[in-house]
Each structure stands twice: as structure tokens, then as C-alpha cells.
């Protein structure tokens, strides 16, 4: 079961750390609604990550065929949420040019409830998780065909991958909490729509 749990500590990492859109977009959380609502949103990352491990020790090499079979549709449905969620952060940082002062994703994530659902929306619809989490299974390297390692692989990945999702909201509300004026607000929103829509476009590109 110890091999097991810290095996989930770093498969979990190893899905969590690569910062992509949903990385970007709990950072900038952190920078304009600080550290507790993008908490929020990380949480609502890693809990995809589990329940997409606990597919993944129940299903293996089924759920992997059948995510699979669905992974070209569910890339365009990611790409298109988050291109349209970079297309809202930017013009709410355009708009702050005229006063406005609730940039960002602000108007997006008003509070860590929902910060919470919009990322793990979000993330759901990534199905390369699942299929990362099934060969893990699948390959009998880290979790034994127990329900004890089981559980403890999936409790693993819980940890690892929430610990970095911590990590960037509080990244994100240092962020924030160095930008205080309201430029450096409207900047970030714009450098970060900017970003969440050039991923969402590899994303798409990718399909």
C-alpha cells in the first residue's frame, strides 16, 4: 500500500505540474480573487485527477479504449471552452481601460464554489488523464490488483496532484498581491487570456 500511495504522490504530480491552460487560468484565479478562490479552482482540478484514477483501477484497458473512441470530440469541446474563456479574460482586461476594475477571471470564478465547478468542468473534458492514469494501471508498475493498493494509488494522486494545484494559487495570489494597481490587474488579465486562448488553440490544432 506505501508503494502504491507515493506512487499516486507522483503520478499525480507528473499530470499536475506541466502548466497548460488550466494551470494558467488557477494562477490568474490566484492574481485577481487571491489565494482561497483559486484554491478552490485547483481542487476542483485534482478532484478530476482522482476520479479519473479511480476510472482508470476499475476500468484499466476498457476505459482507455472507450475515452479513447471519444478523444478527438472531447479535444475541440476543451479547446472551444477554454478559447472561450481567454476570449472573456481578455475583453474584461480591455474593459478595465475604462474604469472597470473587476478584470480577469473575476467575473468567472466570484468564489471558491465556483471556482470549483468551472475548473473541474473544465478538466473533466481533458481525456488524456484518464488514459495516462489507465496505462499506469494497466502496466501493473504501480498499483497491485488489490482493492487496498487501489485505493491507496488513488488517495496518492489526490495528494500530489492538489499539492501543486495549492501551490499555483498561492503563486497566483503572490502574483496578485504584487500587482495591486489596476494596470497591473489589467495586464495579467490580458497576458493571461492571451495565453488560455494560444493553448486552447494548440489544443485544437492537436485534434
Request: charged share 10%.
Amino acid at each position: 500500500m506505501i508503494t502504491a500511495l507515493f506512487g499516486g504522490i507522483v503520478a499525480g504530480l507528473a499530470v499536475a505540474v506541466p502548466v497548460g491552460a488550466v494551470g494558467a487560468l488557477i494562477v490568474m484565479t490566484g492574481a485577481h480573487r487571491g489565494w482561497r478562490v483559486a484554491a478552490g479552482g485547483g481542487l476542483g482540478a485534482s478532484t478530476v485527477d482522482a476520479l479519473y484514477a479511480i476510472l482508470a483501477v476499475i476500468g484499466g484497458s476498457a476505459v482507455t479504449a472507450a475515452v479513447g473512441s471519444v478523444a478527438t470530440p472531447l479535444r475541440w469541446v476543451a479547446g472551444l471552452v477554454l478559447l472561450v474563456l481567454g476570449a472573456m479574460m481578455l475583453r474584461s482586461g480591455w474593459r478595465s481601460r475604462s474604469g472597470t476594475t473587476d478584470a480577469g477571471p473575476s467575473r468567472l470564478f466570484g468564489t471558491a464554489g465556483r471556482a470549483y465547478v468551472s475548473v473541474f468542468g473544465v478538466t473533466a473534458i481533458n481525456p488524456a488523464t484518464v488514459i495516462y492514469f489507465a496505462a499506469l494501471v494497466a502496466g501493473g508498475a504501480v498499483v497491485e490488483p488489490t482493492a487496498a493498493s487501489g485505493t491507496a494509488f488513488v488517495l496518492g494522486v489526490l495528494i500530489g496532484s492538489a499539492a501543486w494545484q495549492l501551490v499555483l494559487a498561492a503563486g497566483g495570489s503572490f502574483l496578485g498581491a504584487a500587482l495591486v494597481g489596476d494596470r497591473g490587474r489589467r495586464w495579467t488579465a490580458v497576458i493571461g487570456g492571451g495565453l488560455t486562448m494560444l493553448l486552447a488553440a494548440r489544443i485544437l490544432i492537436g485534434s
